[in-house]
Nanobody
Framework: QFQLVESGGGQVHPGGSLRLSCASS????????VAWFRQAPGKEREGISI????????YYADSVKGRFTISRDDAKSTVYLQMNNLKPEDTGIYYC?????????????????????WGQGTQVTVSS
């Protein structure tokens, strides 16, 4: 069974940090581009950060650029999202998603229809 499992969510104060992890089960993440999406209450799912299969290309939404960093460790079949200087507007459910292939098309990668595999999500709450 192919699965993605997110972890690392929680509640933090504004300005705080969290590191999310996305681990695969039943398959390995090498040769897969991996994305983090965020869904805030009452809003559509937004692609916020994506990393290519090689790790050589990344994309960040303007809302998180300079604060979030995506990375991957293929030996552990895990992708990370380091989130610093968190703001209340970062609150939401964070999902990771993966798709096979070595191509990478920048902002187009933020389209959720490109992804075959999805995790169940992890809640991030930023409040004082």
């Amino acid at each position: 069974q192919f699965q993605l499992v997110e972890s690392g969510g929680g509640q933090v104060h504004p300005g705080g940090s969290l590191r999310l992890s996305c681990a695969s089960s039943g398959f390995t993440l090498d040769y897969h581009a991996v994305a983090w999406f965020r869904q805030a209450p009452g809003k559509e799912r937004e692609g916020i950060s994506i990393i290519s299969s090689s790790g050589g290309s990344t994309y960040y939404a303007d809302s998180v650029k300079g604060r979030f960093t995506i990375s991957r460790d293929d030996a552990k079949s895990t992708v990370y999202l380091q989130m610093n200087n968190l703001k209340p507007e970062d609150t939401g459910i964070y999902y990771c998603a993966a798709r096979g292939g070595e191509s990478f098309y920048g902002g187009q990668e933020a389209d959720p229809r490109r992804y075959n595999y999805w995790g169940q999500g992890t809640q991030v709450t930023v409040s004082s």
